[in-house]
């Protein structure tokens, strides 16, 4: 059995690194408005009929990626053979505290908006900055068939898609094919994010959500990886053919790698520490290994060949710390 000495684990009281910041915050003035009722929602009509398709950014108020790319379809003049296209700018509010002096500082101003996606929190009383949002975003999202979610990640990580936990998300995230790891997972224990949200999650409806992480936050290749993956679900879903924005077809099969979720590691002290800085993706041979302590718990890997899928170096206690994964048959 493979362990790290307790005395190796990452010091929990370590400040959050200084990361750099390679991508600009694009000028969303022109989509602020919105055309359908809710201010930075945009939605473009084909010719012919089909799904009603969204693309959501800025779910987090610090993730640009998935705004560039946003700002560019627009731009571009991108528009649906059939059905609908809505373009989606969520978090706006925190969008605007963005400063790449303090890039962390603007996930979210009350609460975390993809945390948020519960009826039972929607209708009630309670409220907040994100939560008014989520409010008014509803209506909207209701009407979707089919929703895709840009995220990134504020640590090293391969790219992935979440494609949440029924067989419907799962098709889809592999039929996208970009990025080419898949993970099935059930979600956080602080919150139900919009994938998980009513009919996306419900198996006997046909609407699907999954969630694209496309890299670390902040960097190029990240844009490259969201705008990627918005490209093979337009395509896959017949929306768009050829298109200047978008980037050429990708040769192979796409998708070839699935993860299944197998355990939820939630921080349950403020002293939560890895063993050594874990990346996303990394593949723990053998089962029993220290991977983490929290308190005076040790976390184990569950299984051999055990995947850990965004690890948070810097967990706050109640939050996800890390995703442990087993690989299987796509």
Not at 34 to 41: L, P, Q, T, V, Y
Not at 185 to 197: A, E, K, M, N, P
Not at 224 to 248: F, I, K, W
Request: with cysteine; glycine share 8%.
């Amino acid at each position: 059995m493979s362990t790290t000495p307790l005395d190796e684990v990452l010091p929990p009281q370590l400040p959050l690194p200084q990361f750099d910041v390679r991508l600009a915050a694009p000028d969303l003035a022109p989509w602020r408005e919105g055309n359908c009722g809710i201010a930075g929602f945009t939605t473009r009509a084909g010719s012919a009929p089909g799904p009603h398709v969204a693309l959501i950014a800025l779910m987090h108020g610090n993730e640009l990626a998935g705004a560039i790319v946003l700002d560019k379809l627009l731009r571009s003049g991108l528009r649906p053979r059939r059905g609908q296209l809505t373009f989606g700018f969520a978090n706006l509010a925190a969008f605007d505290r963005f400063d790449p002096a303090q890039p962390t500082a603007s996930r979210f101003l009350d609460e975390d908006l993809n945390r948020l996606w519960d009826v039972a929190v929607l209708d009630g009383a309670r409220r907040s900055i994100e939560l008014d949002r989520a409010r008014q975003m509803r209506p909207l999202i209701d009407t979707v068939d089919v929703l895709l979610d840009l995220h990134s990640m504020l640590w090293a990580s391969e790219p992935l898609l979440l494609s949440g936990s029924t067989e419907k998300g799962r098709v889809l995230a592999c039929a996208i094919g970009r990025p080419e790891l898949v993970v099935a997972d059930t979600g956080h224990v602080s919150g139900r994010r919009l994938i998980d949200y009513g009919r996306f999650a419900d198996p006997r409806a046909p609407q699907a959500a999954v969630l694209v992480e496309g890299g670390q936050h902040w960097e190029t290749a990240t844009v490259a990886m969201t705008l990627a993956s918005v490209a093979g679900l337009l395509r896959h879903l017949g929306l768009v053919g050829e298109h200047p924005a978008l980037p050429p077809r990708p040769p192979g099969p796409g998708a070839r790698r699935f993860a299944q979720v197998t355990q939820v590691v939630t921080a349950a002290t403020a002293s939560f520490a890895f063993a050594r800085p874990f990346r996303g993706g990394e593949v723990v041979a053998a089962r029993g290994t220290l991977i983490a302590t929290d308190g005076d718990s040790e976390i184990r890997t569950p299984h051999d060949d055990c995947m850990l899928v965004m690890p948070s170096l810097r967990p706050s206690r109640g939050h996800t710390a890390v995703r442990l994964a087993r690989m299987i048959a796509c």
